[in-house]
């Protein structure tokens, strides 16, 4: 089994039902993550269609605005949800300073129930990874999957020595920074993704699909003189590992556990 620990499902239109046939046929394991309530609901019912959907709960920096002011109302939603993401800063794309005490203030409320609930995190750090790192120490969360990781490489090593885990995505067939980073990052932390259906959109102007995670674990290998087997045993180990204790995805584990030869 594939594992695509990043994606957004809710953002396919007409090609949803292929995308999900997609996932059944190369039985990618997929996360699905929330940029905000609607997306959640959205996600849900997505999940619903298929088992190996993991459907996650977070408000994405870019709408933190829309919801500082409203936290509470959220609870419902981050009690529900498995897993916490998507969730973390973006002082790079967001160019608005005045945002980022919303993002931070968004980032801090999730991660304290993330503590509080023991649920693992999927991370946006675009140019805030310093402070990233800081507030996942603060808050002592290892179980942090770093999604699409493209900062400065001590701040890469120092999340690896906190504990967090990273995905490898579509980029890395085009990007000499994130060939960089797919090499640096750890055996025992490497994870992959599509970031679908958005992120081939972004690069290359068509939409991700989940068999496109096969190319991500290709490029990987290549860059570390391994075979795609590998890497696609590793990534599913690391996962394993990472969910192992984890009370909210026992089914999740039962699944990949099966999967296992
Ligand atoms: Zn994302």
Request: charged share 25%.
């Amino acid at each position: 089994m594939l594992i695509d620990a990043h994606t957004h499902l809710d953002k396919y239109a007409a090609e949803l039902d292929s995308a999900l046939e997609d996932i059944d046929r190369h039985h990618v394991f997929t996360v699905a993550v929330a940029m905000d309530v609607p997306s959640y609901r959205r996600s849900l019912e997505i999940g619903d269609e298929c088992n190996l959907v993991l459907p996650t709960f977070g408000i994405h920096p870019r709408r933190a605005p829309e919801y500082v002011d409203h936290l509470s109302d959220l609870v419902p939603f981050i009690e529900q949800s498995p897993a916490i993401g998507e969730i973390g800063l973006d002082f790079h794309w967001v160019k608005e300073s005045s945002q980022y005490p919303a993002q931070l203030k968004v980032l801090e409320y999730f991660l304290a129930a993330a503590r509080e609930q023991n649920k693992m995190v999927n991370l946006h750090t675009k140019g805030a990874e310093k402070q990233v790192l800081d507030l996942l120490e603060r808050y002592d969360i290892q179980r942090a999957i770093v999604h699409w990781y493209s900062g400065p490489m001590d701040i890469l090593r120092a999340l690896v020595q906190f504990g967090a885990y990273f995905t490898v995505g579509v980029e890395v067939s085009y990007s000499d920074t994130i060939q960089a980073i797919a090499r640096e990052i750890p055996e025992h932390r490497l994870l992959t993704e599509t970031d679908n259906p958005g992120g081939l959109k972004w690069l290359k102007g068509v939409v991700g699909m989940p068999a496109d995670i096969q190319n991500v674990i290709d490029v990987i290998a290549r860059l570390r003189n391994s075979s795609a087997e590998w890497v696609a045993r590793t990534v599913h180990k690391n996962f394993l590992r990472m969910i192992k204790d984890d009370a909210w995805l026992k089914d999740i584990r039962a699944i990949l556990l099966q999967s296992e030869r």
